[in-house]
Protein backbone atom coordinates (compact mmCIF):
# COMPACT_ATOMS: atom_id res chain seq x y z
CA UNK A 1 0.00 0.00 0.00
CA UNK A 2 1.17 3.63 -0.73
CA UNK A 3 0.12 6.67 -0.23
CA UNK A 4 0.70 10.42 -1.04
CA UNK A 5 2.07 11.24 2.56
CA UNK A 6 2.39 10.22 5.73
CA UNK A 7 0.92 11.09 9.35
CA UNK A 8 4.27 13.51 9.55
CA UNK A 9 3.63 15.92 7.35
CA UNK A 10 0.45 16.95 9.74
CA UNK A 11 1.58 20.47 11.31
CA UNK A 12 1.42 21.60 14.65
CA UNK A 13 -0.43 25.14 14.53
CA UNK A 14 -2.73 24.64 16.93
CA UNK A 15 -2.19 26.93 20.43
CA UNK A 16 -4.33 26.61 24.11
CA UNK A 17 -6.91 28.62 22.07
CA UNK A 18 -7.35 27.10 19.45
CA UNK A 19 -7.94 23.31 20.88
CA UNK A 20 -10.18 24.93 23.33
CA UNK A 21 -12.61 26.63 20.60
CA UNK A 22 -12.27 23.58 18.32
CA UNK A 23 -13.93 21.37 21.39
CA UNK A 24 -16.29 23.68 23.24
CA UNK A 25 -17.34 25.49 19.85
CA UNK A 26 -18.17 21.26 18.73
CA UNK A 27 -20.04 20.86 21.80
CA UNK A 28 -22.22 24.02 21.34
CA UNK A 29 -23.58 23.98 17.57
CA UNK A 30 -27.50 24.81 16.75
CA UNK A 31 -29.37 21.85 18.96
CA UNK A 32 -29.21 23.94 22.12
CA UNK A 33 -31.26 26.58 19.80
CA UNK A 34 -33.53 24.63 17.70
CA UNK A 35 -33.95 21.41 20.55
CA UNK A 36 -34.12 23.12 24.32
CA UNK A 37 -38.16 23.64 23.73
CA UNK A 38 -37.89 19.86 23.22
CA UNK A 39 -36.36 19.43 26.11
CA UNK A 40 -38.59 20.95 28.67
CA UNK A 41 -41.38 19.69 26.99
CA UNK A 42 -40.26 16.03 27.44
CA UNK A 43 -39.08 16.04 30.92
CA UNK A 44 -39.77 19.33 32.61
CA UNK A 45 -37.68 22.17 33.04
CA UNK A 46 -35.72 20.26 36.38
CA UNK A 47 -35.69 16.91 34.24
CA UNK A 48 -34.39 18.83 31.30
CA UNK A 49 -31.71 20.07 33.60
CA UNK A 50 -31.03 16.42 35.48
CA UNK A 51 -30.77 14.89 32.20
CA UNK A 52 -27.99 17.29 31.20
CA UNK A 53 -26.22 16.88 34.53
CA UNK A 54 -26.37 12.63 34.60
CA UNK A 55 -25.42 12.15 30.69
CA UNK A 56 -23.03 15.50 31.16
CA UNK A 57 -21.21 13.43 34.39
CA UNK A 58 -21.25 10.15 32.02
CA UNK A 59 -19.80 12.48 29.35
CA UNK A 60 -17.37 13.98 31.67
CA UNK A 61 -15.97 10.11 33.15
CA UNK A 62 -15.54 9.22 29.21
CA UNK A 63 -13.54 12.84 28.29
CA UNK A 64 -11.36 11.83 31.58
CA UNK A 65 -10.39 8.82 29.52
CA UNK A 66 -9.66 10.33 26.56
CA UNK A 67 -7.63 12.92 28.35
CA UNK A 68 -5.23 10.27 29.37
CA UNK A 69 -4.79 8.22 26.41
CA UNK A 70 -4.69 11.48 24.31
CA UNK A 71 -1.69 12.58 26.56
CA UNK A 72 -0.26 9.14 26.40
CA UNK A 73 -0.87 8.84 22.44
CA UNK A 74 -0.48 12.18 20.67
CA UNK A 75 -1.57 10.26 17.49
CA UNK A 76 -3.82 11.34 14.82
CA UNK A 77 -7.37 9.36 14.61
CA UNK A 78 -7.60 9.54 18.89
CA UNK A 79 -10.33 6.78 18.92
CA UNK A 80 -8.45 4.34 16.61
CA UNK A 81 -5.33 4.15 18.00
CA UNK A 82 -6.51 3.89 21.49
CA UNK A 83 -8.91 1.25 20.77
CA UNK A 84 -6.05 -0.66 18.30
CA UNK A 85 -3.43 -0.90 20.84
CA UNK A 86 -5.80 -2.34 23.81
CA UNK A 87 -8.42 -4.19 21.58
CA UNK A 88 -7.04 -4.91 18.27
CA UNK A 89 -7.62 -4.61 14.83
CA UNK A 90 -11.71 -5.07 14.32
CA UNK A 91 -12.32 -3.35 17.66
CA UNK A 92 -10.03 -0.08 16.38
CA UNK A 93 -11.92 0.22 12.83
CA UNK A 94 -15.93 -0.28 14.72
CA UNK A 95 -15.12 2.23 17.22
CA UNK A 96 -13.18 4.39 14.80
CA UNK A 97 -15.95 3.91 12.45
CA UNK A 98 -18.86 4.61 14.86
CA UNK A 99 -17.31 7.44 16.01
CA UNK A 100 -16.91 9.04 11.97
CA UNK A 101 -21.14 8.17 11.94
CA UNK A 102 -21.47 10.55 14.91
CA UNK A 103 -19.25 13.17 13.21
CA UNK A 104 -20.88 13.03 9.61
CA UNK A 105 -24.29 13.53 11.19
CA UNK A 106 -23.32 16.70 12.89
CA UNK A 107 -21.85 18.12 9.54
CA UNK A 108 -25.21 16.64 7.94
CA UNK A 109 -27.46 17.91 11.45
CA UNK A 110 -25.92 21.56 10.46
CA UNK A 111 -26.38 21.31 6.47
CA UNK A 112 -30.29 20.61 7.57
CA UNK A 113 -30.03 23.45 10.65
CA UNK A 114 -29.10 25.82 8.45
CA UNK A 115 -31.95 26.53 6.25
CA UNK A 116 -34.14 26.28 9.12
CA UNK A 117 -32.77 29.41 10.69
CA UNK A 118 -32.76 30.87 7.23
CA UNK A 119 -36.57 30.16 7.38
CA UNK A 120 -37.11 31.28 10.74
CA UNK A 121 -35.55 34.76 9.24
CA UNK A 122 -37.34 34.48 5.97
CA UNK A 123 -40.34 32.61 6.26
CA UNK A 124 -41.38 32.85 3.11
CA UNK A 125 -37.90 32.06 1.35
CA UNK A 126 -38.54 28.22 0.62
CA UNK A 127 -39.67 28.02 -2.76
CA UNK A 128 -39.75 24.64 -5.63
CA UNK A 129 -41.57 21.84 -3.68
CA UNK A 130 -39.61 19.17 -4.66
CA UNK A 131 -41.29 16.07 -2.47
CA UNK A 132 -42.70 15.45 0.93
CA UNK A 133 -40.90 13.59 3.72
CA UNK A 134 -43.05 12.51 7.58
CA UNK A 135 -45.43 15.26 6.02
CA UNK A 136 -42.34 18.04 5.62
CA UNK A 137 -42.15 19.69 2.50
CA UNK A 138 -38.79 19.99 1.19
CA UNK A 139 -38.30 22.85 -1.07
CA UNK A 140 -35.31 23.75 -3.62
CA UNK A 141 -34.17 26.31 -2.36
CA UNK A 142 -34.09 25.04 0.99
CA UNK A 143 -31.77 22.27 -0.33
CA UNK A 144 -29.74 24.94 -1.88
CA UNK A 145 -29.04 26.99 1.31
CA UNK A 146 -27.81 23.61 2.77
CA UNK A 147 -26.54 22.30 0.45
CA UNK A 148 -24.18 25.29 -0.43
CA UNK A 149 -23.38 25.92 3.10
CA UNK A 150 -21.72 22.81 3.79
CA UNK A 151 -19.60 23.19 0.03
CA UNK A 152 -18.59 26.10 1.73
CA UNK A 153 -17.64 24.69 5.25
CA UNK A 154 -15.87 21.88 3.09
CA UNK A 155 -13.98 24.66 1.18
CA UNK A 156 -12.89 26.35 4.37
CA UNK A 157 -11.17 23.11 5.91
CA UNK A 158 -9.98 22.04 2.53
CA UNK A 159 -7.49 25.24 2.72
CA UNK A 160 -6.06 24.37 5.94
CA UNK A 161 -6.54 23.82 9.72
CA UNK A 162 -4.97 27.62 10.30
CA UNK A 163 -7.73 29.59 8.62
CA UNK A 164 -10.72 26.63 10.23
CA UNK A 165 -9.02 27.53 13.75
CA UNK A 166 -9.14 31.16 13.37
CA UNK A 167 -12.85 30.99 12.36
CA UNK A 168 -13.49 29.07 15.02
CA UNK A 169 -11.88 31.49 17.12
CA UNK A 170 -13.92 34.40 16.53
CA UNK A 171 -17.55 32.78 16.18
CA UNK A 172 -16.94 30.75 19.71
CA UNK A 173 -16.07 34.21 21.09
CA UNK A 174 -19.91 35.87 19.87
CA UNK A 175 -21.96 32.76 20.64
CA UNK A 176 -20.24 33.18 24.43
CA UNK A 177 -21.04 36.72 24.71
CA UNK A 178 -24.86 36.00 23.62
CA UNK A 179 -24.83 33.33 26.12
CA UNK A 180 -23.83 35.44 29.06
CA UNK A 181 -26.18 38.21 27.88
CA UNK A 182 -28.91 35.93 27.94
CA UNK A 183 -28.54 33.91 31.16
CA UNK A 184 -27.76 36.65 33.22
CA UNK A 185 -30.61 38.45 32.17
CA UNK A 186 -32.90 35.40 32.22
CA UNK A 187 -31.27 35.12 36.25
CA UNK A 188 -32.34 38.40 36.81
CA UNK A 189 -35.39 39.02 35.01
CA UNK A 190 -37.32 35.28 34.96
CA UNK A 191 -40.26 33.91 37.11
CA UNK A 192 -39.92 30.96 39.05
CA UNK A 193 -42.88 30.10 38.29
CA UNK A 194 -42.61 29.27 34.75
CA UNK A 195 -40.67 26.46 35.67
CA UNK A 196 -43.38 24.93 36.54
CA UNK A 197 -44.00 21.34 35.68
CA UNK A 198 -40.60 20.34 37.38
CA UNK A 199 -40.61 17.41 35.85
CA UNK A 200 -43.02 15.40 33.02
CA UNK A 201 -43.48 11.88 32.14
CA UNK A 202 -40.94 11.07 35.18
CA UNK A 203 -38.12 8.62 34.08
CA UNK A 204 -39.17 8.02 30.75
CA UNK A 205 -38.98 11.89 29.87
CA UNK A 206 -35.77 11.99 31.10
CA UNK A 207 -34.52 8.80 29.33
CA UNK A 208 -35.97 10.95 26.15
CA UNK A 209 -33.48 13.82 26.73
CA UNK A 210 -31.15 11.47 27.83
CA UNK A 211 -30.44 9.74 24.36
CA UNK A 212 -29.97 12.99 22.54
CA UNK A 213 -26.96 14.23 25.29
CA UNK A 214 -24.14 12.28 23.84
CA UNK A 215 -24.91 13.70 20.16
CA UNK A 216 -24.74 17.40 21.90
CA UNK A 217 -21.55 16.70 23.94
CA UNK A 218 -19.93 15.25 21.28
CA UNK A 219 -16.83 17.29 19.93
CA UNK A 220 -14.41 17.30 22.78
CA UNK A 221 -12.76 13.98 21.08
CA UNK A 222 -12.33 16.69 18.03
CA UNK A 223 -9.27 17.00 20.08
CA UNK A 224 -7.57 13.70 20.26
CA UNK A 225 -8.00 13.27 16.16
CA UNK A 226 -6.39 16.67 15.29
CA UNK A 227 -3.70 15.54 17.97
CA UNK A 228 -0.79 16.10 15.81
CA UNK A 229 -2.21 19.68 15.03
CA UNK A 230 -1.66 21.07 18.48
CA UNK A 231 0.88 22.92 19.28
CA UNK A 232 0.76 21.85 23.10
CA UNK A 233 2.80 19.88 25.47
CA UNK A 234 1.13 16.10 25.88
CA UNK A 235 -0.26 16.90 29.79
CA UNK A 236 -1.97 19.89 28.37
CA UNK A 237 -3.89 18.42 25.73
CA UNK A 238 -5.28 16.43 28.58
CA UNK A 239 -6.30 19.40 30.30
CA UNK A 240 -8.26 21.28 27.99
CA UNK A 241 -9.61 18.47 26.89
CA UNK A 242 -11.26 18.20 30.47
CA UNK A 243 -11.90 22.17 30.57
CA UNK A 244 -14.01 21.72 27.29
CA UNK A 245 -16.35 19.19 28.17
CA UNK A 246 -17.08 20.94 31.83
CA UNK A 247 -17.84 24.29 30.25
CA UNK A 248 -20.15 22.72 27.55
CA UNK A 249 -21.97 20.22 30.89
CA UNK A 250 -22.25 24.34 32.13
CA UNK A 251 -23.56 25.32 29.09
CA UNK A 252 -26.53 23.10 28.37
CA UNK A 253 -27.63 23.20 32.24
CA UNK A 254 -27.65 27.38 32.03
CA UNK A 255 -29.32 27.27 29.01
CA UNK A 256 -32.11 24.99 29.65
CA UNK A 257 -32.89 26.71 33.42
CA UNK A 258 -32.45 30.11 31.75
CA UNK A 259 -35.16 29.50 29.34
CA UNK A 260 -37.35 27.47 31.57
CA UNK A 261 -37.57 30.72 34.06
CA UNK A 262 -38.29 32.72 31.02
CA UNK A 263 -40.60 30.75 28.72
CA UNK A 264 -43.86 28.32 30.44
CA UNK A 265 -43.79 24.94 29.08
CA UNK A 266 -47.14 25.56 27.27
CA UNK A 267 -45.70 28.38 25.10
CA UNK A 268 -42.57 25.85 24.24
CA UNK A 269 -44.65 23.47 21.49
CA UNK A 270 -44.55 22.92 17.90
CA UNK A 271 -41.85 24.94 16.04
CA UNK A 272 -41.05 27.85 18.22
CA UNK A 273 -37.31 28.19 19.38
CA UNK A 274 -37.39 28.66 22.86
CA UNK A 275 -33.94 29.74 23.24
CA UNK A 276 -34.35 33.28 20.72
CA UNK A 277 -38.21 33.66 22.30
CA UNK A 278 -36.88 33.41 25.58
CA UNK A 279 -33.93 35.72 24.70
CA UNK A 280 -36.88 38.01 22.96
CA UNK A 281 -38.13 38.06 26.49
CA UNK A 282 -35.53 39.07 28.92
CA UNK A 283 -34.96 42.06 27.08
CA UNK A 284 -38.51 42.84 25.46
CA UNK A 285 -37.59 43.10 21.84
CA UNK A 286 -37.53 41.72 18.55
CA UNK A 287 -33.79 41.73 18.05
CA UNK A 288 -32.99 40.03 20.97
CA UNK A 289 -34.14 36.99 19.36
CA UNK A 290 -32.29 37.85 15.91
CA UNK A 291 -29.23 38.32 18.26
CA UNK A 292 -29.81 34.73 19.72
CA UNK A 293 -30.53 32.93 16.29
CA UNK A 294 -26.98 34.97 15.14
CA UNK A 295 -25.53 33.01 17.97
CA UNK A 296 -27.26 29.87 16.75
CA UNK A 297 -26.05 30.71 13.38
CA UNK A 298 -22.44 30.71 14.93
CA UNK A 299 -23.05 27.72 16.42
CA UNK A 300 -23.98 25.90 13.23
CA UNK A 301 -20.48 27.30 12.00
CA UNK A 302 -18.39 26.45 15.39
CA UNK A 303 -19.70 22.50 15.49
CA UNK A 304 -19.56 22.06 11.41
CA UNK A 305 -16.47 22.98 11.36
CA UNK A 306 -14.99 21.06 14.05
CA UNK A 307 -16.76 18.25 12.86
CA UNK A 308 -14.95 18.69 9.45
CA UNK A 309 -11.69 18.74 11.24
CA UNK A 310 -12.54 15.33 13.52
CA UNK A 311 -14.53 13.47 10.62
CA UNK A 312 -11.72 13.90 8.32
CA UNK A 313 -9.00 13.31 10.34
CA UNK A 314 -10.76 9.63 11.58
CA UNK A 315 -11.19 8.87 8.33
CA UNK A 316 -7.61 9.78 7.40
CA UNK A 317 -6.21 7.93 10.09
CA UNK A 318 -8.02 4.61 9.42
CA UNK A 319 -6.64 4.66 5.66
CA UNK A 320 -3.13 5.32 6.58
CA UNK A 321 -3.23 2.16 8.49
CA UNK A 322 -5.07 0.42 6.09
CA UNK A 323 -8.59 -0.51 7.20
CA UNK A 324 -9.83 1.80 4.22
CA UNK A 325 -9.05 2.37 0.69
CA UNK A 326 -5.92 4.12 0.64
CA UNK A 327 -7.30 7.07 -1.79
CA UNK A 328 -8.48 8.28 1.73
CA UNK A 329 -5.38 9.13 3.30
CA UNK A 330 -4.30 11.47 0.88
CA UNK A 331 -3.21 14.72 2.00
CA UNK A 332 -2.49 17.65 -0.09
CA UNK A 333 0.78 18.95 -0.74
CA UNK A 334 0.05 22.46 -0.04
CA UNK A 335 -2.13 22.94 2.54
CA UNK A 336 -1.57 19.87 4.69
CA UNK A 337 -4.80 18.84 4.88
CA UNK A 338 -6.76 15.24 4.26
CA UNK A 339 -8.30 15.96 1.07
CA UNK A 340 -10.09 12.85 -0.10
CA UNK A 341 -11.61 12.45 3.57
CA UNK A 342 -12.90 15.85 3.45
CA UNK A 343 -14.47 15.86 0.15
CA UNK A 344 -16.46 12.81 0.99
CA UNK A 345 -17.64 14.26 4.38
CA UNK A 346 -18.89 17.27 2.16
CA UNK A 347 -20.47 14.92 -0.62
CA UNK A 348 -22.44 13.14 2.01
CA UNK A 349 -23.63 15.69 3.89
CA UNK A 350 -24.33 18.06 0.91
CA UNK A 351 -27.49 15.51 -0.06
CA UNK A 352 -28.52 15.84 3.37
CA UNK A 353 -30.99 18.41 3.18
CA UNK A 354 -32.51 16.39 0.12
CA UNK A 355 -34.50 14.75 3.26
CA UNK A 356 -35.50 17.71 4.36
CA UNK A 357 -36.06 18.78 8.35
CA UNK A 358 -37.39 15.63 10.05
CA UNK A 359 -34.04 13.93 9.10
CA UNK A 360 -32.77 16.64 12.32
CA UNK A 361 -34.26 14.32 14.31
CA UNK A 362 -33.00 11.02 12.78
CA UNK A 363 -28.98 12.51 12.19
CA UNK A 364 -29.35 12.86 16.37
CA UNK A 365 -30.38 9.61 17.29
CA UNK A 366 -28.69 6.90 14.62
CA UNK A 367 -25.06 9.51 15.02
CA UNK A 368 -26.16 9.38 18.94
CA UNK A 369 -25.68 5.50 18.86
CA UNK A 370 -22.48 5.28 17.00
CA UNK A 371 -21.24 7.97 19.70
CA UNK A 372 -21.34 6.34 22.09
CA UNK A 373 -20.47 2.95 21.15
CA UNK A 374 -17.44 4.52 20.45
CA UNK A 375 -17.09 5.56 23.82
CA UNK A 376 -17.33 2.58 25.25
CA UNK A 377 -14.85 1.26 23.55
CA UNK A 378 -12.70 4.09 24.60
CA UNK A 379 -13.44 3.52 28.26
CA UNK A 380 -12.88 -0.52 27.61
CA UNK A 381 -9.51 0.42 26.10
CA UNK A 382 -8.70 2.92 29.03
CA UNK A 383 -9.00 0.27 31.26
CA UNK A 384 -7.83 -2.57 29.49
CA UNK A 385 -4.05 -0.26 29.13
CA UNK A 386 -4.75 0.46 32.67
CA UNK A 387 -4.22 -2.87 33.70
CA UNK A 388 -2.03 -4.56 30.37
CA UNK A 389 0.63 -1.41 30.17
CA UNK A 390 0.76 0.45 33.87
CA UNK A 391 4.27 1.60 33.38
CA UNK A 392 3.04 3.35 29.96
CA UNK A 393 4.04 7.28 30.14
CA UNK A 394 1.24 8.96 31.13
CA UNK A 395 1.77 12.92 30.91
CA UNK A 396 -2.00 13.26 32.60
CA UNK A 397 -2.86 10.75 34.40
CA UNK A 398 -5.95 10.51 35.90
CA UNK A 399 -6.32 9.88 39.47
CA UNK A 400 -7.95 6.73 40.62
CA UNK A 401 -7.68 5.51 37.21
CA UNK A 402 -8.99 2.25 37.44
CA UNK A 403 -12.40 3.45 39.20
CA UNK A 404 -13.07 6.52 36.50
CA UNK A 405 -12.45 3.21 33.85
CA UNK A 406 -15.13 1.40 35.50
CA UNK A 407 -18.12 4.14 35.62
CA UNK A 408 -16.99 5.06 32.17
CA UNK A 409 -17.92 1.69 30.91
CA UNK A 410 -20.81 1.48 32.76
CA UNK A 411 -22.52 4.46 31.88
CA UNK A 412 -21.41 4.47 28.08
CA UNK A 413 -22.59 1.08 28.55
CA UNK A 414 -25.99 2.27 29.94
CA UNK A 415 -26.20 4.98 27.20
CA UNK A 416 -25.94 2.32 24.42
CA UNK A 417 -28.72 0.67 26.32
CA UNK A 418 -31.05 3.60 25.99
CA UNK A 419 -30.67 3.35 21.90
CA UNK A 420 -32.05 -0.42 21.71
CA UNK A 421 -35.18 -1.61 20.95
CA UNK A 422 -37.30 -2.41 24.37
CA UNK A 423 -35.96 1.20 25.47
CA UNK A 424 -38.76 4.12 25.88
CA UNK A 425 -36.36 6.41 23.58
CA UNK A 426 -35.40 3.19 21.33
CA UNK A 427 -33.99 4.00 17.25
CA UNK A 428 -37.15 4.10 14.58
CA UNK A 429 -36.73 2.08 11.91
CA UNK A 430 -35.39 5.15 10.22
CA UNK A 431 -32.66 5.53 12.25
CA UNK A 432 -31.47 2.00 12.40
CA UNK A 433 -31.51 1.82 8.76
CA UNK A 434 -29.36 5.21 8.80
CA UNK A 435 -26.85 3.10 11.37
CA UNK A 436 -27.32 -0.05 9.79
CA UNK A 437 -26.36 0.93 6.35
CA UNK A 438 -23.60 2.94 7.69
CA UNK A 439 -21.83 -0.23 9.47
CA UNK A 440 -22.31 -2.29 6.34
CA UNK A 441 -20.60 0.15 3.97
CA UNK A 442 -18.01 0.68 6.39
CA UNK A 443 -17.41 -3.01 6.96
CA UNK A 444 -17.22 -3.88 3.71
CA UNK A 445 -14.68 -1.19 2.88
CA UNK A 446 -12.81 -2.50 5.91
CA UNK A 447 -13.14 -6.25 4.46
CA UNK A 448 -11.97 -5.24 1.04
CA UNK A 449 -8.88 -3.16 2.91
CA UNK A 450 -7.39 -5.41 4.29
CA UNK A 451 -7.30 -8.09 1.98
CA UNK A 452 -5.69 -5.96 -0.31
CA UNK A 453 -3.10 -4.23 2.42
CA UNK A 454 -2.91 -6.49 5.40
CA UNK A 455 -2.91 -6.76 8.89
CA UNK A 456 0.80 -6.67 8.78
CA UNK A 457 1.08 -3.34 6.97
CA UNK A 458 -1.61 -1.98 9.67
CA UNK A 459 0.89 -3.29 12.48
CA UNK A 460 3.74 -1.17 11.18
CA UNK A 461 1.47 1.77 10.79
CA UNK A 462 0.53 1.48 14.24
CA UNK A 463 3.70 1.04 15.75
CA UNK A 464 4.41 3.56 18.98
CA UNK A 465 7.01 6.33 17.70
CA UNK A 466 9.31 8.02 19.73
Known sequence: M?????????????????????????????????????????????????AFLIGGAAIVLVGLTYAELASAMP????????????????????????????YISVVAFEAV????VVQTLFPDYPVGHLWTIAGWDVTLSWVAVGSIGSLVMMAINYLGV??????????????????VLFISGALFRGQVTTLEPLFTGGSGGIMAVLIMVPFLFVGFDVIPQAAEEINLPFREIGRVL?????????WYALIVFGTSLMMPADALGGDVL???????????????ANLMILAGVAG?????????IGGSRAIYALAHAGMLPAFLAKLHHKYRTPTNAILLIGLISSLAPLLGRPA??????????????????????????????PEMPRPFKVSQGKLVGILAVVLSAGLTCLYLPGSPAALTGVEWLIFGGWMVVGLAMYAWAVTHYGKAHTARMMAPRD
Open 162 to 179: TMAALIQRLVTMLILVVG
Open 300 to 308: IITSWNAFY
Open 274 to 288: AVPAAMQAVFNAPWA
Open 2 to 50: STSSNRHDLVRVLARKDVLALAFGAMIGWGWIVLTGKFIVEAGSLGAVV
Open 75 to 102: QVGGEHVYSYRALGHLASFICTWAIVLG
Open 113 to 116: ALPT
Open 242 to 250: TVSVILAVV
Open 360 to 389: MVWLVDAGGLGIVIAYLFVALSFLVLRYRE
